[in-house]
Nanobody, 123 residues
Framework: VQLQASGGGSVQAGESLTLTCAASGINFSRCSVAWFRQAPGKERAFVSAQSWYGGRSKYGDSVKGRFLISRDNAKNTAALQMNSLQPEDTAVYYC?????????????????WGQGTLVTVSS
């Protein structure tokens, strides 16, 4: 099983980035997918999650209204569109997957993790 997160980079406050998670070796269409982030010196935090059929999504309070999660089961990919980025969004972003139909905010639920991609937002 491999989850490959990509798309991170350095941007200015107010700009946008889209992260992509490519899955292999997993029945992706039977997994809920999530994004977490970990800022320097902080614990890993929930960002967003989507159910296996894409019908239900959940967002952390700090990103609600700015970030949008999506998935393409035919391509085994998920994406996180991040708009109006702020310096406090600076973190390593991880994608994760779990064989479950519903969304979950708890990291321990997700058994499969990508390596992380760094997003840096400067003011």
């Amino acid at each position: 099983v491999q989850l490959q997160a990509s798309g991170g980079g350095s941007v200015q406050a107010g700009e946008s980035l889209t992260l992509t998670c490519a899955a292999s070796g997993i029945n992706f269409s039977r997994c809920s997918v999530a994004w977490f982030r970990q800022a320097p010196g902080k614990e890993r935090a929930f960002v967003s999650a989507q159910s296996w059929y894409g019908g239900r999504s959940k967002y952390g309070d700090s990103v609600k209204g700015r970030f949008l999660i999506s998935r393409d089961n035919a391509k085994n990919t998920a994406a996180l569109q991040m708009n109006s980025l702020q310096p406090e969004d600076t973190a390593v972003y991880y994608c994760a997957a779990a064989y479950r139909s519903t969304v979950a905010q708890n990291a321990y639920v997700y058994k499969h993790w990508g390596q992380g991609t760094l997003v840096t937002v400067s003011s």
